[in-house]
Each structure stands twice: as structure tokens, then as C-alpha cells.
T-cell receptor, first 120, second 114 residues
Framework: DTEVTQTPKHLVMGMTNKKSLKCEQHMGHRAMYWYKQKAKKPPELMFVYSYEKLSINESVPSRFSPECPNSSLLNLHLHALQPEDSALYLC???????????????????FGEGSRLTVL | GNSVTQMEGPVTLSEEAFLTINCTYTATGYPSLFWYVQYPGEGLQLLLKATKADDKGSNKGFEATYRKETTSFHLEKGSVQVSDSAVYFCALSGSQGGSEKLVFGKGMKLTVNP
């Protein structure tokens, strides 16, 4: 099983709503990522979790709040978003540093299909 | 910091045409280099990789060689198919805060017509 599953696939929310994006993987990966992708642009890294601990926050506004409840799950909590936050949000996973299988060696981030978010 | 510069396109080719997508990089140390592909409506998937100088990555008829002297990792395919229509991203690995992340180029949209 090499799948990263993201829910929901589509989400429309108002600027005052609170919602969450969810991501799940069962490949035993200990690094998980959130990326944001605007149309016709490359993915931009938001957060990295390694062994369930936040290790990289790319200066993301606090209206985005990540959570890693266990090694298989990654959430992104959304609150008071702006219309410019509308984008495709991609979750990914990989072997973590220290497992003997570094990202640079394995070469592979496993991506989900993304959650397309529209903020009205 | 680390960065990747690639052809942005979009590019339209006829089936069986030759494809080259240029990619050059700037990095400290010895990064690994990757090509990822994003088919319409999907997430990204690894196409091929090279982890050291002069390595050649290959997959599905695509090839790229890690050239340290020219800091390049150009993607080539001798005969493209309609099913190769997608967005192609060049990327390199980097380290930060004890974790690793990929730095992506801007991506190039390829359309292959029958």
C-alpha cells in the first residue's frame, strides 16, 4: 500500500468558518508534509513533521494550524482564512531522517491527490 | 539558498516528437536531484532521480543525467506519447532543522497531441 489519502477532496468555506483537512498514510513513514499549490505554480512547503514533532514551519500564518496526532495522521486546521488562501493543499510523506533512508537517498515524497480549498 | 530554474513552457508537441526540458540548480553541498510529474487532477509522483554526479535516472522512457560541472539535470524523452501530457517539476533535496525538504522549480506544462 503506497497511498496517501486526503479528505475532503473539495472544501468551500467562509472567512469566519473553522474547518480541517486530513491526511493519512500507512507506509510506516515518519515524516509528513503539508504543501500549498496555487494554479500553475509549484508546490510551496508549509510544514514538516518528523516523528510526530513539528520540525519545519515555513513562516506560515497562524490561521493555518498543523497537528500530527500519530505517525499515520496529519491534520491542517483552518480558521479565519482569506480568499487568497484558496489553493490545492497537498499532503506528502517520506522516510524520515535517522531511519537510514533519507529523503535524499530514497528520493521520494509520496503525495496525496490534494484537497482543493475555496475561501469565499 | 538552494534553488531550481527550469523551462516553464507551456510546450505543445506532436506524438513521437523528442522532448527536452532544461533544469539547472544552485545548491550548497551535494544535493540529490529529482523530476516529479503531475498529471491532471492528481498529486505529484516521482518520475526519476539521481543522487550523485554523473548518475543517470531513467523511468518510462525518460532520462536525466546529473551534471555537476554545468549544475544541470535536463529531462529527455526520445518519443513522447499523448499520455505524457502533464506538468513536470525539477526538484532538489535540501536540509533544514534536522529535516529534509524538496525545493521545486516552477514546473513546465507539456501537452502532446495525437
Amino acid at each position: 500500500d503506497t497511498e496517501v489519502t486526503q479528505t475532503p477532496k473539495h472544501l468551500v468555506m467562509g472567512m469566519t468558518n473553522k474547518k480541517s483537512l486530513k491526511c493519512e498514510q500507512h507506509m510506516g513513514h515518519r515524516a509528513m508534509y503539508w504543501y500549498k499549490q496555487k494554479a500553475k505554480k509549484p508546490p510551496e512547503l508549509m510544514f514538516v513533521y518528523s516523528y510526530e514533532k513539528l520540525s519545519i514551519n515555513e513562516s506560515v500564518p497562524s490561521r493555518f494550524s498543523p497537528e500530527c496526532p500519530n505517525s499515520s495522521l496529519l491534520n491542517l486546521h483552518l480558521h479565519a482564512l482569506q480568499p487568497e488562501d484558496s489553493a490545492l493543499y497537498l499532503c506528502a510523506s517520506s522516510q524520515a531522517v535517522g531511519t537510514g533512508a533519507r529523503l535524499a537517498d530514497t528520493g521520494e515524497l509520496f503525495f496525496g491527490e490534494g484537497s482543493r480549498l475555496t475561501v469565499l | 539558498g538552494n534553488s531550481v530554474t527550469q523551462m516553464e513552457g507551456p510546450v505543445t508537441l506532436s506524438e513521437e516528437a523528442f522532448l527536452t526540458i532544461n533544469c539547472t540548480y544552485t545548491a550548497t553541498g551535494y544535493p540529490s536531484l529529482f523530476w516529479y510529474v503531475q498529471y491532471p487532477g492528481e498529486g505529484l509522483q516521482l518520475l526519476l532521480k539521481a543522487t550523485k554526479a554523473d548518475d543517470k535516472g531513467s523511468n518510462k522512457g525518460f532520462e536525466a543525467t546529473y551534471r555537476k560541472e554545468t549544475t544541470s539535470f535536463h529531462l529527455e524523452k526520445g518519443s513522447v506519447q499523448v499520455s505524457d501530457s502533464a506538468v513536470y517539476f525539477c526538484a532538489l533535496s535540501g536540509s533544514q532543522g534536522g529535516s529534509e525538504k524538496l525545493v521545486f522549480g516552477k514546473g513546465m506544462k507539456l501537452t502532446v497531441n495525437p
